[in-house]
């Protein structure tokens, strides 16, 4: 267990675990999304509309804020950015959980999807700007980890804080956020590149500086790389919506799409080191290869649920593949990123998840009324081995540029310490 522990976690700048501590810290704290279409429709009386209507203005301003985060990376600096996000965050939670008006709580959430989703792009940077190559993959996986843990332990913590008034998870998400803030502040420096790609980075070299996004989507490896992400996302994102209402036309109950769904979390915190460990020395396009299969093929199997443990089996399958994709995806796209464009590269690459996040239960609902859910979930074991074969074909011109992880049980190099940079 030691060495298991040591191998998945050694060898990573102490810079990246504060990043990682804060990443948690913020995730421990995040009571509000979970929660606040309850929230509105319970405690302030609005309709279930209005509640989505709020949704997709949150969702729209994610969309704004991975392009200019993006931006802001490069030009300002990544930790300003970060910083700026997370303080207007904290702001935007506290008078979130005294607005009354449905009016303002629709303008306020939208300013929160916009300070809230800026930190992706800008943590993603940083991550690769401190962790080589070869450990890339390892690091998104463990930040990825965090995010998991911290989801879990706040939505449990939220229904019991909730008991004693909603203020509170918006004033303590708030504090959340303002401490992940003085982590950042003290312990994670600027990482931007002042002037060329940093040494060893493998992103194209002779690649002049992008000056705009036009440099970014005229970059087809990296656009295919995130085309295939929106794609397998789309698929992902059906256990929003497209699940419980498939379920529910099985006759289930809300109880029992809580018991199926909560196995993607516990999944995820049990198998993320261990499955990230077992992976290591395999190429890169190969795990999101089978990532795809996995994830296509889990919800394709959906449509022959119908029993609580079967659902439960089909969660296991697209969950393992979504593990193995999501950190391995996020690697690559650093890969491909040049080291002085790498904000605006992450902020593109967070426009498609955001995207998928968006049109996969959209997409979903309406395939499901016209067509029914097995045609849906048909529909995903299409779109998984579509997203396989578009990897496989890519696999050539990426597999230069994308070295796999070191082998499980090999000692890994420590990157130096940065100094004088924050």
Not at 300 to 327: D, K, Q, R
Request: positive net charge; charged residues 10%; contains cysteine.
């Amino acid at each position: 267990m030691a060495r298991a522990v040591k191998d998945a976690m050694g060898g990573l700048p102490s810079q990246f675990w504060w990043l990682w501590a804060s990443t948690l810290i913020n995730r421990l704290g995040g009571f509000v999304t979970t929660f606040l279409a309850l929230y509105l429709t319970t405690e302030r009386g609005l309709s279930a509309s209005f509640a989505g209507m709020v949704a997709a203005l949150y969702g729209g301003g994610g969309a704004v804020a991975s392009v200019v985060a993006g931006v802001l990376a490069d030009r300002v600096g990544r930790r300003p950015t970060l910083l700026i996000s997370q303080l207007t965050t904290a702001a935007a939670m506290a008078i979130l959980g005294f607005s009354r008006d449905p009016v303002l709580i629709a303008v306020v959430v939208t300013v929160l999807g916009v300070t809230a989703n800026a930190a992706r792009p800008c943590i993603q940077a940083i991550i690769a700007d401190l962790v080589p190559d070869k450990d890339r993959v390892r690091a998104f996986s463990l930040n990825y980890w965090a995010v998991n843990i911290g989801f879990g332990v706040a939505s449990a913590a939220a229904g019991l804080i909730a008991e004693h008034g909603y203020l509170l998870l918006f004033l303590g998400n708030s504090a959340s956020v303002l401490l992940c803030a003085v982590v950042i502040f003290l312990k994670v420096p600027e990482t931007r590149p002042q002037d060329a790609p940093a040494a060893g980075d493998t992103a194209d070299m002779s690649a002049p500086p992008a000056t705009g996004l036009g440099a970014v989507l005229r970059d087809g490896r990296f656009m295919a790389v995130v085309l295939l992400s929106f794609l397998v996302s789309l698929v992902l994102m059906q256990y929003t919506t497209s699940l419980p209402v498939s379920m529910g036309k099985e006759g289930f109950s809300s109880a029992d799409y809580g018991i199926v769904i909560s196995m993607n979390g516990l999944v995820v915190v049990l198998a993320q080191i261990p499955v990230t460990r077992a992976l290591r020395g395999v190429r890169p396009v190969t795990v999101l290869i089978i990532a795809s299969l996995l994830s296509g093929f889990g919800f394709g199997l959906t449509a022959l649920a119908h029993s609580v443990p079967f659902y439960i089996l089909t969660v296991c399958v697209w969950t393992i593949g979504e593990i193995m994709h999501n950190p391995t995806s996020m690697s690559m796209a650093a890969a491909l990123s040049p080291a002085h464009a790498r904000g605006r590269y992450q902020g593109i690459y967070t426009l498609a998840l955001s995207g998928g996040t968006f049109a996969g239960p959209l997409l979903g609902g309406v395939v499901i009324d016209r067509f029914g859910s097995d045609t849906l979930w048909a529909g995903c074991a299409v779109i998984g081995m579509a997203a396989a074969l578009g990897y496989a074909a890519l696999a050539k011109p990426l597999g230069k540029v994308i070295p796999p992880a070191a082998p499980a049980g090999s000692q890994p190099e420590r990157e130096p310490e940065l100094e004088g940079r924050g």
